[in-house]
C-alpha cells in the first residue's frame, strides 16, 4: 500500500513517515500544496494524509482541485484546527475523514486502514450528468449554468437519479431512498414528483433525458434528447 503525507510541519512529517513504514507502508511526503496535487496526480496512491495548513495551497483547495481532476484516493484530512465549520468543510471539498492534531498515532493507523478497505471508486463533490449539475453541500441545482428552483424533495429525488444515471429505477427503490418508511401518503406520490422534476429540468431546454422505462420505473439518460 503506498501513502503520500503531505505535512510542512518537519518532525510531523518525519513521525508519520517512520511510524507508516514500519507498519509496511510505502510513504512518500511532500510539504507543500502544489508539490501534493502534482504527486497525486501524477503518482497513484492508495490513501492521501492532507494536512490542513500548508504553502501555496491549503489542505482544502489540494482535495478540491485532486477530486476535479478525477483523482480517488481516499484522503484524511489531519489539522489543529478543530472546528466544526472546518471539519464540515474538509468533507464538502471531498475529504473521506479528519482527524484533528493531536492525535494518537493508532487512530491515525486505523482510520488509513479503514479508508483503503473502503477503495479508490469514484465519489464526486458535485454531481454532474449531460449538462446537470448538482451541490448537495451547497444544495443547488443547475442546467447548462442556468439554476433550477428545486423543493427538499424534488432536490433529493433529483440526487438519487443522478447517483445512478443510467440506471432504469423502480418505484419502491425510488420511493425507500427518497421517502422513508413512515411515508403513509399517496401511492403514486413517486410519478407525480417525477411529473414536477420534468417540468423543471427537461421542459424549459427542450430534453427528455428523464424517461419512464416501461415495466421498470425511471431512469436519467447519461445522453439527453433534444425534442
Excluded at 494524509?49 to 482535495?63: A, H, K, N, Q
Excluded at 484522503?75 to 492525535?103: I, W
Excluded at 444515471?165 to 413517486?190: C, K, M, Q
Aim: net charge negative; aromatic share 8%; hydrophobic share 45%.
Amino acid at each position: 500500500m503506498r501513502v503520500l503525507v503531505v505535512e510542512d510541519e518537519t518532525r510531523t512529517a518525519a513521525l508519520l513517515r517512520r511510524g507508516l513504514a514500519e507498519e509496511g507502508f510505502a510513504v512518500d511526503v511532500v510539504a507543500d500544496g502544489a508539490d501534493a496535487v502534482w504527486q497525486a496526480t501524477e503518482i497513484t496512491y492508495d490513501v492521501i494524509v492532507l494536512d490542513l495548513m500548508l504553502p501555496s495551497l491549503d489542505g482544502f483547495e489540494v482535495c478540491r482541485r485532486l477530486r476535479a481532476a478525477g483523482r480517488w484516493a481516499p484522503v484524511l484530512m489531519l489539522s489543529a484546527r478543530g472546528a466544526v465549520t472546518d471539519r464540515v468543510r474538509g468533507l464538502d471539498v471531498g475529504a473521506d475523514d479528519y482527524l484533528a492534531k493531536p492525535f494518537s498515532f493508532e487512530e491515525l493507523s486505523a482510520r488509513i486502514r479503514a479508508l483503503i478497505r473502503r477503495g479508490a471508486h469514484e465519489r464526486p463533490v458535485v454531481l454532474d450528468v449531460d449538462g446537470l449539475r448538482l451541490d448537495p453541500a451547497a444544495r443547488t441545482a443547475s442546467r447548462d449554468g442556468v439554476p433550477l428552483d428545486l423543493s427538499p424533495k424534488e432536490f433529493a429525488l433529483l440526487e438519487y437519479l443522478m447517483r445512478h444515471p443510467g440506471e432504469a429505477l423502480r418505484r419502491t427503490a425510488i420511493l425507500e431512498h427518497v421517502w422513508d418508511f413512515a411515508y403513509d401518503g399517496t401511492s403514486n406520490v413517486v410519478d407525480q414528483y417525477i411529473a414536477y422534476l420534468r417540468r423543471k429540468i427537461d421542459k424549459p431546454f427542450g430534453t427528455t433525458q428523464l424517461e419512464t422505462v416501461r415495466g421498470a420505473g425511471y431512469r436519467l439518460r447519461t445522453s439527453a434528447r433534444t425534442d
